[in-house]
T-cell receptor
Framework: GAGVSQSPSNKVTEKGKDVELRCDPISGHTALYWYRQSLGQGLEFLIYFQGNSAPDKSGLPSDRFSAERTGGSVSTLTIQRTQQEDSAVYLC?????????????FGPGTRLTVL | AQSVTQPDIHITVSEGASLELRCNYSYGATPYLFWYVQSPGQGLQLLLKYFSGDTLVQGIKGFEAEFKRSQSSFNLRKPSVHWSDAAEYFCAVGGGTASKLTFGTGTRLQVTL
């Protein structure tokens, strides 16, 4: 079946603008994760959603970052008042928690460039 | 806190040669371990995973990894490398269900013909 999809694949924005990044998980997957990949920081966890539980927001770097997951499926990561240090590749992953295990499958990412 | 160390930033091997990429982890409980591969401009593709049981796990593309609890290691191996294996490889540790992954800094593999 289809994998995790993300849109847009590339986004260029000006400093101070808001951006929205979208993630469509694999159908039926109950958990959804956002990570950020940047040259200086490597791969960092941002946030995850699991079913109807409250999301784990412990990795969000500032209150300019937020995410929501509608209907237990599609997720949107929003960055307000973007800064140049927000430039990175934002990766989404989803998983089906089964038999006590959890394997995350990643999308192709959205490359964000803040000018 | 959990952490992953990949000591080799860049490795170059000849096509047909064997490969071993090192990964050491720190985790306070039973670790769930993963290797992912990333080609330029692509997302992360899962190569293999270890949850429990046999400490030698087989993955896709002819890769295998061995979990050694005493050494806190999960090294990735391939007996004969192909030019198409050139990519960046990430080791990751998680705690099980609905658990964030902590990644190493990656090892970039270059394959010479």
């Amino acid at each position: 079946g289809a994998g995790v999809s993300q849109s847009p694949s590339n986004k260029v924005t000006e400093k101070g603008k808001d951006v929205e990044l979208r993630c469509d998980p694999i159908s039926g997957h109950t958990a959804l994760y956002w990570y950020r990949q940047s040259l200086g920081q490597g791969l960092e966890f941002l946030i995850y959603f699991q079913g109807n539980s409250a999301p784990d927001k412990s990795g969000l770097p500032s209150d300019r970052f937020s995410a929501e997951r509608t209907g237990g499926s599609v997720s949107t990561l929003t960055i307000q008042r973007t800064q140049q240090e927000d430039s990175a590749v934002y990766l989404c992953a989803s998983s089906l928690i089964q038999f006590g295990t959890d394997t995350q499958y990643f999308g192709p990412g959205t490359r964000l460039t803040v000018l | 806190a959990q952490s992953v160390t990949q000591p080799d930033i860049h490795i170059t091997v000849s096509e047909g040669a064997s490969l071993e990429l090192r990964c050491n982890y720190s985790y306070g409980a039973t670790p769930y371990l993963f290797w992912y591969v990333q080609s330029p401009g692509q997302g992360l593709q899962l190569l293999l995973k270890y949850f429990s049981g046999d400490t030698l796990v087989q993955g896709i593309k002819g890769f295998e990894a061995e979990f050694k609890r005493s050494q806190s290691s999960f090294n990735l191996r391939k007996p004969s490398v192909h030019w198409s294996d050139a990519a960046e490889y990430f080791c990751a540790v998680g705690g099980g269900t609905a658990s964030k992954l902590t990644f190493g800094t990656g090892t970039r593999l270059q394959v010479t013909l």
